[in-house]
């Protein structure tokens, strides 16, 4: 808990709001020419079910599915350019842009 | 030989009068805490708006909509953000609303008669104030817990020591609860002796409460600054509203909302036996209403229900079963040092307790003194025949009670620390002297309006007039991970109740309403968002700003990076440069 958070939940008020940020993140690689996968999570930490979609440039859902287990979700590379969002809810969404998505890791 | 004897012994006694500051210390931060105890009740005896008196001939309790229905009714341009009371029912309700010239007033709403009793903006308070000087020394927080935080609960580690020392010089010391001693014919130094044991013995378990609980204030501080985090049981993600659940609109309106009193009832359905206390609206659209209560089986913690306002789905609960016990014990350290969980009576308690640890302090302070004075006396009297009694004096020890523990005094740790000490007590004796302008200042109801240290302009977004404020001027701060930087933005009075949401961002969204950056949140008479700002940011990037209507209608600005934050655009470059 910040000192902010802390110091509110306390009952005391401190302008301090810039210490109540919250971060989702996410992170794609291509596994072989054809297939992508993507983790995700929250504050640091991979958060399994969380929403994932796949969209093409003029925003139409190509792919929709949710983190598995692992915080992790596989999918075919679209023939089209595309960007991958992972949901955290409003205003908590992390964003890949196909130019974004890293190479496979060396053999 | 004589001479430098003599030497050593003024030393001695400088040494011993520079030890004043940390007994003053330890006295102040007792004093005030006892204060900061009754702090609300002595608001409520000074104050009469804070009371809630029921008339004579009738006292049934107004129900939560209404306590809302007062203020809305009577300032129809403020926006609630929810209403609060503390546990005793002698309190009058708080309801929290904001207004278009940015202020934040607590209005305070008799719950028998409906009556506005009193109005206030937030600001300076003398419970604030009282509690911000016991625990922090007014210190402002910048970056993680201030040294007046740190120096305040390092106490604890005194208070411990003193207590472990004290029980065992004074062996037997239960004898004291069956005889008590206070001679008041013996003179001063046996008077305050006897109380300070008699104080010490009946304080035991409250010293051990005020030991331990400080200790875990120094402990939290240790972990916060140095990013370690305890396990929890919290949810991973914030509890949000789905963006599908919000209806979509007619223009110039916002969804319908369930009230108050359905969002109390769906947190009852979950706890039959807790009392809601404090009901908040949260800090946008997608914000759920929490519904607090003070647990039942636990009263030192609290148990709420987070209720979706469009569809009266309850999201999440939060008991104290669903607590860890590390969460349980960690969570009831603040109450307990407070005492703010049973009522007036536990209050009380804890205030005479209070002030019998500082009257403990104060006579072991007095005590000290006297011999300090006594010795010094001596000295300057430079009586050879005293001088005997003079060391012996200054060398017997000090109220085993109140002494610090201490070890290895022969080592150079150990003296450079006794050393150094007494200079670092007298400025913590200063810090709070220092502090005050600066508190007053940030405490004042006009600099907590505004839009931040800057304001970058207004602008018309769609059919939208927004003003927008840079929080701080500075470069964007690391935080988790992740650089941030704070921005304000206030909307125009007609526009709060036509946009949905506002999100801020670098660089152009794309057409998905999701990829608009980060929420603002607040009052919308002044909303704040952290910006994530990428680490490679270019100096010629652009900052969007997206407002979201209830009607679904989206509108969005471009605002050069230059505009918005030149210390940004400065780090930008910085950053190019390295």
Known sequence: ?107 | MNKSKSSARWWFLAHSWLALPIWVFLFFVCLTGAIATVSQEIVWLADSKVRANPPLDEATMLNYDKIVAVIAREHPEAVIHGISRPVKSMFAWTVRASYPDMSTVNHYVNPYTGRIQGSEPEGFSFRQFIRALHGWLLMPFTEGFNFGWYAVSALALPLLGSLITGLVVYKRFWRGFLNPRLRLDRGSRVFWGDLHRLAGIWSIPFILIMAVTSLWFLVLAILHDTHIELPSTNPEVPIQVARSDIPVVAAGQPAPRIGLNQAAELMRAHFPDVEPSSLNFGGHAFSTITVRGQGAGWPLLSEFAQVNPYTAKVEHVRRIADRSGLELFTGSMRPLHTGDFAGLWLKLVYFVFGVLLTAMVGSGLLIWLKRTVKATAAALKGNRADENGIDEAIDSPLPASLAPPEKNTGTGFAHCWKRWRFHLSALLLILPLVCLPEYLEDQKPASRQGLGKREIGQFQVGPWLVRMGEWRIEAPKFHDGEYEKGFTLALCRDCTSQVKAAYLRVGKPRGDIRTSGTLFTGSPYRLFTSLRVPEDLSPDAELWLTLEGWDGSVHRLALPLADASPATVKWAQEGKVK
């Open chain 1, 1 to 107: 808990m910040t000192p902010a958070r802390y110091v509110l939940a306390a009952g005391l008020l401190l302008a301090a709001t810039s210490a109540l940020a919250h971060h989702p993140f996410g992170e794609c690689r291509q596994v072989d020419g054809k297939t992508i996968r993507c983790t995700g999570g929250f504050d640091g930490k991979p958060i399994p079910g969380l929403p994932i979609d796949v969209l093409d440039d003029d925003d139409k859902i190509l792919i929709r599915g949710k983190l598995d287990a692992e915080a992790s979700f596989i999918f075919e590379k679209p023939a089209v350019p595309f960007y991958v969002l992972i949901d955290a809810g409003p205003g908590q969404v992390a964003e890949i842009d196909d130019a974004e998505v890293k190479s496979p890791p060396p053999r």
